[in-house]
């Protein structure tokens, strides 16, 4: 991966519905080539996909709580059957497993503080293997999710 492909993935992250004229022109090639660079991050898996970010109050998902979770089984059988469970949920948006304690981060999206009460009690604390669920509560977000670096890791 070369400084134009680097500058195509910052420019897409910032913007995915640019043309493909609007892209060559920011990163200084004419269209067929800058379209081959995108078709070539595209098929090699460096670029995954295109999404819309959207407003979570403007669709009933304006509250967010993050959750840790840690087990108390740890068998292979059972943190597969959580994994597998908090994949399925819609409520769940991101799940991470972690290093250490806790075992999970999640972070949850639902309506309000009530959506939320019910889906704690009756869906996440009866997921099999949890000895703990704690939620935390985000006063404002400093820094949404402005997508992944990327610079040239080697030239440090």
Do not use: W
């Not at 967010?64 to 597969?80: L, W």
């Amino acid at each position: 991966m070369d400084a134009i492909d680097r500058r195509i993935l910052q420019e897409l992250q910032r913007d995915g519905r640019l043309s493909n004229t609007e892209l060559a022109d920011r990163v200084g090639l004419t269209p067929s080539p800058c379209l081959r660079r995108v078709r070539h991050l595209e098929r090699t898996g460096v670029i995954r996909g295109y999404r819309a970010l959207l407003d979570g109050d403007a669709i009933g998902r304006g509250f967010q709580a993050f959750v840790t979770v840690v087990m108390r089984y740890e068998d292979h059988d059972t943190v597969a059957e959580f994994e597998r469970r908090v994949a399925e949920m819609p409520e769940v948006v991101e799940a991470h497993r972690l290093f250490g304690d806790p075992d999970f981060l999640l972070r949850v999206a639902v309506a309000d503080v009530r959506a939320y009460e019910r889906f704690y009690s009756e869906t996440l604390s009866g997921l099999p293997g949890v000895a703990q669920a704690t939620s935390h509560l985000a006063m404002k977000a400093i820094k949404a999710d402005v997508g992944l670096p990327v610079t040239d890791h080697r030239a440090r």
